[in-house]
C-alpha cells in the first residue's frame, strides 16, 4: 500500500509538471497583447534586475531546457527507483528543492488574448477576481535593487486560487497595464452566470 501512495503520488507531479509545461509552451505562440514595444518590455520584470523576456523558445531556452530535465530526470528516477530498485521515499527529498524552485526558470510575463502567463503558469481572463498596485518604497521587499524599481510598483493579480505579480518601473507602462485588467474585469464579471 505504501509503495503505490509513494509512487501514485510521484506520478500526479509528473503528469501536473508535464501537463504545466506543454500548456505553456502552446500559449507562448499565442499573440501578445501586451507587452508590444521595446519600452513595455524594458519596463516589466517578474525577478528584479531582469527585464522579461519575450514568449519564444530563443528567449526562453533556460526554463524550457530546465524544466524538460527536470521532467525527464523524474520520470528516470520514477522508473529506476519503483521497478529496478524497489525504493521509494528516501530518494524523493532530492527533488523538492528543485520542483520549489523550477518557476523561477521563467523570466515571462505578458497579457494574450486568452488569459496572462507569468512564470510558468497560465491564468485565463475568466479567473481573473482583482488587481492591486503597490507603490515599491523603502518598506517593500524588493527596495534597493535598483533605482528604476525603486521608483517604481509592484502589479498583484488576484485569481480564485491565487495570484501572479509582476513589476512595473515606469507610471505609463503601469496605467497601460491597469486599463487593460479593467477591461477584462469589466468582460468577464458582467457575463452571466454558466456563460
Known sequence: MYITVITGLWVSILLFLTIRFIRILFKMRQTVVFPLTEVEWNSIQVHPNKTV????????????WGNGLVIFFITVWI???TFLLKRHFPAAIVFAPILWNLP????????????????????PWNRLQ???????????????????LNEGYELLIHTKFSEVSCLVTTESVKQKLILLLEEQLKIHQTRPIGM
Open 53 to 64: 523576456g519575450k514568449p519564444d523558445l530563443s528567449h526562453q531556452k533556460m526554463a524550457v
Open 130 to 148: 482583482s488587481y492591486q498596485s503597490i507603490p515599491i518604497d523603502k518598506h517593500h521587499r524588493y527596495y534597493g535593487y535598483s533605482p528604476e
Open 104 to 123: 523561477k526558470l521563467w523570466n515571462l510575463f505578458a497579457f494574450l488574448k486568452q488569459g496572462i502567463v507569468c512564470g510558468n503558469r497560465f491564468v
Open 79 to 81: 522508473v529506476v527507483e
